[in-house]
Structure formats: C-alpha cells, structure tokens
C-alpha cells in the first residue's frame, strides 16, 4: 500500500486518534468508536489506520495496553498482575498473560523480576513513531548552561522519587523556580543495558547564580554548550526510548554526523500536574560535534 501523502488535517485526526488510545486503554476502542473520533468512515478506516500507523489497529491497541501494563509492574512491586491486566483493558490475568509473553517472550513476573527493556524497545518499535521522529531532527548550537542538580542513583524506575526531593528543594530554596528555569535531565548512561543499581540519572533546573548550600544533596553543575540533534518527544517520559532509539538507528547512521563524547540530555518542555504526562512534550537533545 502506497504512503498517505503528508495532509495536516489528516494528521491532526490520526493525532487524535492515537491519544485517545492513550488515554482510554481500558476502555472501548473499537474501530467503530475510533473511526467516530478520527470522524472517517468505518468501512475504511481499518486500512487508512494500518497504513498511517504501520500496524493494524488491534496490534496497535494491544501493544499500548501491553506497554501500560509493563511499565506499572516495572515500576510499582506491590502492582498485581491482576491490577495491571484489568487496568490495561484486558479481560483476565490469563489472557493477559498469554499476550504479554507472545510480545515479549517472558511472563509478566518475570518482567518485573529483571526487565530486558532492548526486547522492550524492538517489540513497541511502531513504523509511525519512527517515521515522526526522523521527518522532525533538527541541528541546533545550544549555549553552555549552568544548572542545580540532584543526581538519582539506584533504579531507574525511581527516578521519581528523586524528582520529588528536587522539587522540594526548589520550593524551599528559591533557587530556579519552575515557572521561569528550564528543567532538564541527564541520563549517565542506557537504563536499558545499566544494571540497575549502576543507573545515573540527574534532574537539573536552570539557575543564575550559585547553589546555596544546602540538606538536599542539590549541586551546581553545567550542561555543556555546542551542536545538538533535536527531536522532540510527545508523551509520558517513561516511553522516551521510543524516540530516542529510531534517533540512534535511523537518522544518525544517514546523517553523515558523529557523536560527541556528552550525554545526551532532555529539555522538559511540560510541568506535572498541570500537564498529564501522556500530553508532555519532551526535547531530546543528542550532541554531535
């Protein structure tokens, strides 16, 4: 089936359609109901879905409640797998179970056990999200900033218990207030292949002067300036490999553009909880030299 030309209307509706899966996985999202939200005709809209996403809607449905699914149980320990099954829409832990293992080739228990989130990234690898993210690379010259931090050690799926104790720090300080710093992060390394008590992570928010002391473990440090790749993520953080790997796979090796030795970082372009999470926007910046 040839590529749907590129339409903004078009686009806007399968938009809608999509983050309406997001936010309605234990829900009914049958073609009939999806095609009503995308408002195209219901004899056609199984093919025109198949072709814009690159999977058939049921796969693609399944796999979003697949994803949901895993990263509650990753995440939470005391998170059944009876809770993550009917909370992503599926009927029972069983059939649950047996759609989990198909996709991922271990049961949910295991998963959470020791999750292999390389397997993770190539089962959700999604023809559309790819595609999103190589048409939107930009080359950009970022100027070196200095930030506060509060690195996280430990898990990644703890992250945010760091963020919390640097949000109380910046309420408490002063210092980088949210609704005038930028707020990034910085990734020491893949959670995908770190062991998980090796994971660095830190969360930074801009400043302008120097970090008084203080019991929360908060720092100055500097995010370094110069050229950067940028791509921008739509959606929960906690899927951000999603963006970041088709970067990697796809655009870098065609780009005729070499890495510098930096971390990559993300500019957090949303706020919790003014934002739900499936509505963030998220910039991923990769430095090239």
Known sequence: MPDLPPNAAYTQRFSAVLAYIDANLEGDLSVKTLSQVANFSVFHFHRQFTAYVGVP?????????????????????????LEAALAAGFESPEAFSRA????LGRSPSAFRRQPDWQ???????????????????????????????????????????????????????????VASSRTFGIPY???????????????????????AANEFGVHERVIAGGRYAVVRHEGSPDHIGESIYPLYRDWLPDSGEEL??????????????????EQWQTDIYVPLR
């Open 189 to 211: 390394g893949n959670p995908d292949t770190t062991p998980a008590e090796d994971f660095r992570f830190a969360i930074c928010g801009e400043i302008d002067e120097a970090v």
């Open 260 to 277: 510098r030795d930096q971390p990559l970082f993300f500019h957090y372009l949303s706020a919790y909880p003014q934002t739900p999470q």
């Open 100 to 103: 989990f293992r198909r996709a």
């Open 57 to 81: 809607v049921s796969r693609y449905v399944q796999l979003m409640r697949l994803r949901l699914a895993a990263h509650r149980l990753a995440a939470n320990a005391e998170h059944s797998v």
């Open 119 to 177: 397997a993770w990234n190539a089962v959700f690898d999604i023809p559309h999200f790819s595609r999103s993210v190589i048409m939107q690379v930009r080359i950009v010259e970022f100027a070196q900033t200095r930030v506060a931090a509060l690195e996280h050690r430990g898990p990644a799926a703890q992250v945010n218990e760091s963020v919390s104790q640097f949000i109380a720090w910046r309420m408490a300080s002063g210092q980088s207030p």
